[in-house]
């Protein structure tokens, strides 16, 4: 039983050898993807009401360079209900749009009973395999997020890890990374109690995504949680906050408080190599009147000027 005093034998092994295995990782990596700089993207979950490849078209149109596609239950994009045609037709329309397909979103809770955990691992499997049909040399990532509520962390941080390690068996025989993504309606809320459930897991194959959205809402400095979570992460989420005056919700980029120059300044000082994709929150494409594709474009003409004011090459 992993504590915060003594770990497993699993554990030990996976400790013992994590530099060796990040090692191998990154010359995996290496081999099967070219030096790129950082991305700007958009995820379809906020293009619900879009067909996948009029979201793929709008996109490219706007002038993004890649997107997240949702694979949860119920959407468009969910393993469970693609067949092989769909599949091979879904690799194709992404193959000729222009876009990368930086990561899958399938968002599974890691609290619940045995029986909705076993459920978990297999949608967890879907997506890995998904990954892999859609681009075999270079599979995108996998982003969730955890689940709990807030305040429960050091309640459930052991079982949490415990059951990560069964996520990380999965993405290891696939060979496709899982990015954990701190939210802060979740229990896991702050960058240490993520980076703590990646450091008692140990495998390269578990990494962070930063969403400083969810951070600014606890009022935490943006410098500070880059510094933290910036060198275990391998995607990005952004979008804006409204805080002020006891309100306190999710905005598109651009109409909350977060400076999107400072922001992609030191971004660009960081080492970070990936993709920063847009999140259109539920709060936001839920409300009467939504735009999916006036949506994307408002973000992508307030964040493609300030990557390229702060020196961000992208790819």
Known sequence: ????????????????????????????????????????????????????????????????????????????????????????????????????????????????????????????????????????TTPPLVETILGGKPGEFDAVKVEFAQRLEGWADVMAEAKVLLAI??????????????????????????VAAYDYSHFQLEDLKLADTMESLLPR?????????????????FLLPGEGSIDYGEYFKLLAKSEFRGDVVVEVSGQISSKPGYDPVAAARKCYNHLAPAMKAAGITRD
């Open 181 to 206: 993504k701190a939210h802060v309606s979740n229990a896991t809320q702050r960058p240490e109690q993520l980076l703590w459930l990646l450091d008692q897991v140990a495998s390269p194959w578990l």
């Open 1 to 136: 039983m992993i504590t915060p005093f003594s770990i497993s034998r699993r554990q030990f092994l996976a400790a013992s050898s994590a530099a060796a295995g990040t090692f191998a990782l990154r010359a995996a990596l290496a081999d099967d993807q070219p030096p790129r700089t950082i991305g700007l993207g958009f995820s379809l979950y906020g293009m619900k009401s879009l067909s996948i490849a009029d979201g793929l078209k709008s996109c490219a149109e706007i002038g993004y360079d890649c997107i997240e596609l949702p694979v949860m239950v119920d959407w468009p994009g969910d393993g469970a209900k693609l067949n092989a045609d769909s599949r091979a037709e879904l690799r194709q329309r992404i193959a000729t749009s222009g876009l990368r397909l930086t990561a899958l979103m399938e968002n599974l809770p890691i609290v619940g009973d045995e029986a909705k955990q076993a459920a978990n691992l297999e949608r967890l499997k879907l997506a890995a395999q998904l990954a892999r049909e859609l681009n075999p």
């Open 233 to 249: 992460a391998k995607f990005i989420h952004v979008k804006d906050t409204e805080h002020a005056q006891g309100k306190r919700g």
